[in-house]
């Protein structure tokens, strides 16, 4: 199965949660979303860097890309 590779804005509570994960200090705001491959999480700057590079040279892992303000994450999507 593929998936979709997604960049999200991220709410405040999915921030929050977020940090608890990933640290506290971190400054997370955004988050790119890879299936079953993980996520990443990090300010907009940051995770579109990975974004743009990936959409374009990983088409076979990820066929669809897509730039969302918001996204339900769930366990299907992510560790949130």
């Known amino acids: 199965m593929k998936y ?3 960049f999200a804005k991220l709410t405040p509570s999915q921030i929050e949660l977020a940090k608890e994960i990933n640290g506290k200090t971190k400054k997370i705001t955004h988050a790119v979303l ?33 730039k969302i303000q918001r996204l339900q994450i769930t366990k299907r999507h992510s560790i949130l």
């Open 34 to 66: 890879c299936g079953k491959y993980g996520q990443i999480f990090g300010t907009e700057k940051y995770c579109l860097k990975y974004f743009n590079v990936w959409k374009d040279d990983m088409k076979k892992l990820f066929p669809k890309s897509q």
């Open 4 to 6: 979709p590779l997604v």
